[in-house]
């Protein structure tokens, strides 16, 4: 039996509609032979509502209750689902995520999979033909709900199509992935075919059509995913194996990070005291530092980093409380650069990209700041007013 | 420890500032030295409005979904007054019905307490000192949530209180148990104790404060219940054994049940062949017929009984559909009747009690149509407008 994994969203699960006509969608796929496992999230805004209601009752929710309460959102969806495939005469059976057999480890909130039994599936297939489970969620060892953070419900998708051996088909409401941001380039294409390590880059990179977490789980099972809008006809994107695409290009997409930040610090005084105590509270306080660099000279010590803009309330009271052991220490956050990278898996094979890269920022007056370079990707920290015509000549230069 | 649980029904929990109070009063027994399970139902009108969106999903949903859904109404309530304790300063821990090891058999939406495991509590009450548990739902041998139907949450209190020993308290939005109806008679006095079948009895003739089911579970284990208003520092009402309660009179209590329906019917003949018919489909639709009278003369066979008016459309369609059968067939459904009832442990020794509350009525003008008895109980079907009228009379002749 040919079976599938699909995964809806939040936005395309918003109203009864939208769930019904997804529901008749699943039915033809049934009625043509298919065993679909399909997980969805809560509706719409309904966590935003719960999260609203929380802050009416304390300003602390303790993680474990704020997941029992989360959990309850797409707990609901699957029931309506199931109900409207039930109504149409599939055979469909509702499971919350340790209904499921999702077991998780780690924090309430940011629970990771640990494990999946296949076996629950295989039984309830043998009365069903759709199980439709809810995303976002598991069960500890503690018997305590939990949810599984950002892009959590993509994660629950690619973890059942790894238990299940099939492929997961990730479904949102954008068309694909594209080599670049199509509101910042309109003539950006979107891409038939992109490689789990290029989406990675991608996501990390900025261009957050998946999370990292799940292409990273897709790479390890070697799962391909495919991404595509809800109920459209147009074609999405795979995303798969490397070995497995024809084609190898240098550079497959471009990303433009406008959610960052740059920081500056500067010290009378080589201090390694300082470094360490900052790079500690960093850590506490789980701001994840990108771009460094460091100029230590008789002038004392000058560092840069970037972060992502949501940390900006952290990094402030970080360097704040640094301020008062070390009363030389100047800093300063600017918000008004972005972060330009370019990514493709044939850069291991091509020389030259970073050259032509830095010749096309040159010829059209762009500096840039910082720049650093992995594998298959390299980045720049350039003017926030630059941004947009960066994009345009990166793409053209390249001809992606 | 001093262990207790404790029961907030829906008007008690309809929002945020209620529970916070409930939150409050808490915290004043965690301070004076107690261990409480709280169980709570969904908050106000959560119910109805699941129920609302279930009608705009299907018309036929499956139990297993409804179910799934309607249990995610308490499991949002224990998470916001978790919340509100923990943010009190108390150790709370908020659990589901499953989590809290509720474990049930039957109909998914009537479903029954199998088990529960104490050892659960004891565990968690190692760092917690209230603990919250989800009314109304477990979880069967198939792992599929179930609810626990109509007064579900008073149920789920009992059984609690059975299986860690406790007594338990009942909160709602009345004052206790009156010896009938203040609405109907406004001298009516509320009762200090009851005894369980009293209690059982006055439930099943229509003066519904609890469910007879709870009542039932709380006789079996002899677990004590306080029944009082939420909040409240009037004195509720103890529901327990009678051989703990000092007084025995022989009428405790008057119920009017206004929520009834008399059925008529008659055939020219003798029939055991209708009468099969007619008693195996109230069977199947679940009617539950209470008073039954029956004359069979040379004029053909009549039949009288009663039964609840929630059922009025399931019995015009069975009685419709018998006269397809049975073209002679002929019925009246008559809601113009009510049945009054005298209810007291003290009947089975006091004699006289029937032929003094049949003179009442006579005295009083009063005509009845029907008369049944249990050990504890005397029931009358008079007119609907003679019923007001009919508890004062009695009420004052029993000098209750």
New interface residues.
Partial sequence: MNRSVLKFGGSSVSD?TK??NIAEMLKHRVDNGEQLIVVVSAMGKTTDQ?ME??S???????D???A??L??GE??T???L???L??LGVNA??M?GY?AGIKTVGHHLKSRIAEINPETFNKSFETNDVLVVAGFQGINDS???TTLGRGGSDTTAVALAASNQTPCEIYTDVDGVYATDPRVYKQAKRLSYVSYEEMMEMSALGAGVLETRSVELANNYDIPIYLGRTLSNVKGTWIMAQSDLLEKKAVTGVALDTHMMHVTISYPLPDNKLLTQLFTKLEEGSVNVDMISQIVNLEGLQMSFTIKDTDAIQITNILEKLSEDFNALDFKINEEYVKISLIGSGMRDMSGVASKAFMTLIANDIPFYQTTTSEISISYVIDAFNGERAVANLYEAFDI
Same sequence: chains 1, 2.
Avoid: G, H, W
């Avoid at 009416?56 to 303790?62: D, I, Q, R, Y």
């Fill in positions: 009864f769930i019904r719960l209601n929380v009416a009752v304390t300003e602390n929710p303790k474990e209750e704020l029992l309460l959990t309850t707990q609901q699957v029931s309506y199931s109900m409207m039930n109504d059976k509702a919350t209904q018997f305590e709900l």
